[in-house]
């Protein structure tokens, strides 16, 4: 790590902005309301304190700069049923009911109060617009690749049932991987399997002909959109599982990079020729944060935040956020049930510990105050927190080194964090420090 020149927690207090309210969230929003793309981050996928606050400057970006989706770290399917809800064109009498939806593991990630009150506020806002101005809800991640398989055959059924036997067939590929994708993925790594590569780019590739055939009109409007999408999910989610074996990096590129690529759709399909629309996009700062200014991009690895700033200078904005302590939903391995954990105190030599000793509880501080104080090329540990938490293993499985002021535009520090509260279950309150074990984190599912 590059030590920092002037790091005393008093230097860095002179350059933050507390947060203590609607002024603060206003003047955020200010800041970033004039990018046209702004990703806002979470340091775990368990704190209500992050949700709180990406669901408030949310509501400011969408009423006072125009913008025109809501885009997250989810399935597009899953987030359809949403959409629906939010643009008052579905069944669902309630948020809880629109987010039910979400069943994949960790299913609190977005099944919880602080979302639910953000959707239902988007629905209220949506009432008072025109249909086509209504601000919709939108899932970048591949992980849905039965369900998006589902929606295409479904979608095709309806409008050309031959066309849909073909798919049928070409999809008929991925039934052994049914059970567990992950299972393809490790049989075709193998040898053991053949892939789906071919069947499922020819299926795409046939529906984009189909659309060249009606003179770029898109047959069916709106739901061919979403057909089209997911047939790009299932070509990218069986890409991604077939190369999970080959290294992390090669899938975690790949996913990134259909988030990118599902964002630039979105804007394009939501905005008018050569004005795309504004977007607002939650996900974790692992897939915010450019990975160029972090040990991941030393590995090579690549992430949506970096992608985003390179496809479209000067009009993104990336907003990071961390915390020092407190408490977060988490599982202790993939698909055990959701618990409380006490969330250690950070490490020494991390950018955490350094905020935590200013004493200010929350506050921002901008890139360009941050280097001014730190200077140029400053590492420190950064804490990442997926859905998976080990205490024990903290240092190995949640920091990685990171130039936090290259990495992110903004940074919010909320020094004490609390767990997010379910939708699908009361929450006991977590055991004191001194009765529970210490956390132990490994960097899964951010």
């Known amino acids: 790590m590059v030590s920092l020149p002037n790091e005393s927690s008093d230097a860095i207090e002179r350059v933050v902005r507390p947060i203590h309210g609607e002024e603060e969230i206003d003047q955020l929003r200010d800041l970033v309301g004039p990018a046209r793309i702004v990703l806002i981050g979470e340091a775990s996928h368990g704190s209500h304190e992050f949700y709180d606050l990406r669901a408030s400057l949310t509501r400011k970006l969408i009423t006072d700069h125009g913008f025109a989706a809501v885009a997250i770290e989810g399935d597009w399917p899953d987030a359809l049923r949403v959409d629906r809800y939010v643009r008052r064109t579905s069944e669902d009498e309630s948020a809880e009911d629109a987010l039910s939806g979400f069943r994949r593991f960790p299913t609190w990630m977005w099944r919880n109060e602080a979302v639910a009150g953000f959707v239902d506020w988007l629905r209220g806002h949506n009432a008072r617009r025109l249909t086509e101005e209504r601000v919709g809800f939108y899932g970048i991640d591949l992980y849905s690749l039965h369900a998006s398989v589902a929606a295409v055959l479904s979608f095709l059924q309806d409008v050309d049932p031959e066309a849909a036997e073909r798919a049928r067939e070409r999809y008929a590929c991925l039934d052994h991987a049914h059970a567990d994708p992950q299972q393809y993925g490790l049989k075709a790594h193998l040898g053991l399997k053949a892939d789906c590569e071919e ?33 790009h999910v299932v070509r990218d989610a069986e890409a991604y599982y077939r190369t999970m074996f080959a290294g992390r990096s090669a899938s975690w590129n790949l996913r990134d990079t259909h988030m990118a690529d599902t964002i630039d759709l979105l804007a394009s399909h939501l ?18 944060g450019d990975a160029r200014a972090t040990e991941m991009g030393d590995d090579g690895q690549i992430s949506l935040g970096q992608l985003m700033r390179q496809r479209h200078p000067d009009e993104v904005a990336l907003i990071g956020m961390t915390t020092d302590h407190g408490v977060v939903e988490c599982a202790r391995d993939w698909d055990e049930p959701g618990k409380r954990e006490m969330v250690r105190p950070s490490l020494d030599g991390s950018w955490e510990a350094l905020f935590h000793a200013t004493g200010v509880p929350r506050f921002m501080v901008t890139s360009a105050a941050l280097r001014r104080v730190v200077g140029e090329g400053a590492r420190r540990l950064h804490r990442a927190i997926g859905v998976i938490y080990r205490p024990e293993s903290e240092r190995r499985s949640h920091y990685y080194e990171a130039q936090l002021a290259d990495q992110y535009d903004v940074v919010i520090h909320i020094d004490e964090t609390s767990a997010v509260r379910p939708l699908d279950r009361p929450m006991p309150a977590p055991a004191p420090a001194s009765e529970s074990e210490p956390p132990e984190t490994y960097p899964t599912g951010m």
Do not use: I, T, Y
């Open 199 to 231: 069947e499922v780019l020819d299926q795409l590739v046939e529906m984009q002909r189909r659309r060249a055939a009606r003179s770029g009109l898109a047959p069916g409007g709106e739901a061919w959109f979403h057909a089209m999408q997911n047939a």
């Open 271 to 288: 905005g008018s020729p050569g004005q795309p629309a504004k977007l607002v996009v939650l996900a974790h700062n692992s897939h915010v």
